[in-house]
Structure formats: C-alpha cells, structure tokens
C-alpha cells in the first residue's frame, strides 16, 4: 500500500466551485506539504505543516486554504476555483528528524474549466 | 538558500553509467545538497543527499566538490526506467523555514 496516499487523482470542475483535494499518508510523519505544478516549471510550494496545529503559507498560497485535520491527514481547498488553478497537485510529507528527504504522492490532476 | 544550475536535458545510453552535474556556486557551509527525480508526472521521488562527503546507496552516488560548489549525481548503470527529470535542490538542515526551491531540473534520457 502507497504510504502517501490523494483523492481524488483526477478532477474537472468548472469555474467558481469549491472543491477540496485530500491527502493521508501512513508513514507517521509531523509534517505536511502541499505545492502545485505547472506544465514545464518546477514545484511551487503552497501550504505547508510542521504539527496539526500548525498551517503555514508558501509562496503562492493566495485562493487555497488548508486543513490538517489529524497528523496523518492534510487536505487542500480551493474556495472558488479559477481557470489558472488547473495544474497537477502534489502532496508530501517528511519527518521531523528527517531534513529535506520529503516523500509524494501520486498527484491530483485538476481541471478548471 | 543557494541556487542551482543544471542543463536542460542529457541523453544516456542504457547500461552505461549516467552523470549529472549540478552547480551550487553560492552554498552555504551548513547547506546540504538534495536530489530528486520526477518520472513523467508522477511524485517527485528522493534519491540522495549529502554535505560534503561523498554519498552512496542503492540508487546512486553523489560526488561533491572539494569546495562544494559543484556536484554529480551518478547513475552507474542507467536503465529505460530511469528516463526521467532530476533535481538537484540546496537546503540548509536546519530551521523552521522549510522550503524546498525546485528548479526545472535536468531531463535525462535513456536511450536503447
């Protein structure tokens, strides 16, 4: 079984819905990370989290917000999607001891039409 | 955090051993070197890192510099399955601010 796991891995949505994509991993890790990626860039880090009591912004957090509803659960809203937010969505996690070794999931291709 | 440099792309011929330079001329003493690969969209995968000495596992090696401005991430004998885009990421080891800075990394592909 994956130790990090996103649901969906495929959404199309339409302009101004929210939805809301989720991620759970089994690897006992305090931190989360969620970063986006678009066709032929590199990751951009959105939100990240040290401790369920802890969200912080990356660099482009603006139109997302965070949930971290358990240590093994971090999940990732867009309020009012907008067509620019179409983009493959990667979320990671790594250990408190651990540096930067930071473990993905799959991914969740996301579509705003 | 310091910057990279890598080439856009590289061609390797399988079963031979594929190296990828990176340049990180302004890092830090207590600044780590990472890599990563990322195989056609899937999750970024870690490969290994390092600090000044030179690192080995079961996926590759990584040669560090004397002066630890520069670095090679080995592949001593490429295969189909390693066609994919690496990255070779600086990052202190320490502190609260944890963000990874990805570049565009190198594409390497691995030719029969």
């Known amino acids: 079984d994956a130790d990090v796991t996103q649901t969906p891995r495929n959404r199309i949505t339409k302009t101004g819905k929210r939805i809301m994509l989720e991620c759970s991993q089994t690897?006992?890790?305090?931190?989360m990370y969620w970063y986006r990626q678009d066709p032929g860039l590199g990751l951009r880090l959105i939100y990240y989290?040290?401790?369920?009591?802890?969200?912080n912004k990356g660099e482009i957090s603006d139109g997302y917000s965070v949930s971290r509803q358990a240590q093994a659960k971090f999940s990732l809203s867009l309020e009012s999607a907008i067509p620019n937010q179409t983009a493959l969505y990667f979320c990671?996690?790594?250990?408190?001891?651990?540096?930067?070794?930071?473990?993905f999931g799959p991914g969740t291709r996301l579509l705003v039409l | 955090d310091a910057k990279t440099t890598q080439p856009t792309s590289m061609d390797c011929a399988e079963g031979r051993a594929a190296n990828l330079p990176c340049n990180h001329s302004?890092?830090?003493?207590?600044?780590?070197v990472y890599w990563y690969r990322q195989i056609h969209s899937q999750g970024p995968q870690y490969i290994i890192h390092?600090?000044?000495?030179?690192e080995t596992n079961e996926m590759a090696s990584l040669i560090i510099t004397e002066d630890r401005k520069s670095s090679t991430l080995i592949l001593p004998h490429a295969t189909l399955r390693d066609t994919a885009v690496y990255y070779c990421?600086?990052?202190?080891?320490?502190?609260?601010?944890?963000?990874?800075?990805w570049g565009l990394g190198t594409s390497l592909a691995v030719n029969p």
């Open positions: 990671a996690t790594s250990a408190l001891a651990g540096g930067e070794t930071q473990y």
């Open positions: 690897k006992g890790h305090d931190r």
């Open positions: 989290s040290f401790d369920v009591k802890d969200i």
């Open positions: 302004t890092i830090s003493g207590n600044e780590y």
């Open positions: 390092g600090l000044k000495n030179n």
């Open positions: 990421i600086v990052r202190r080891n320490a502190g609260n601010n944890r963000k990874l800075i």
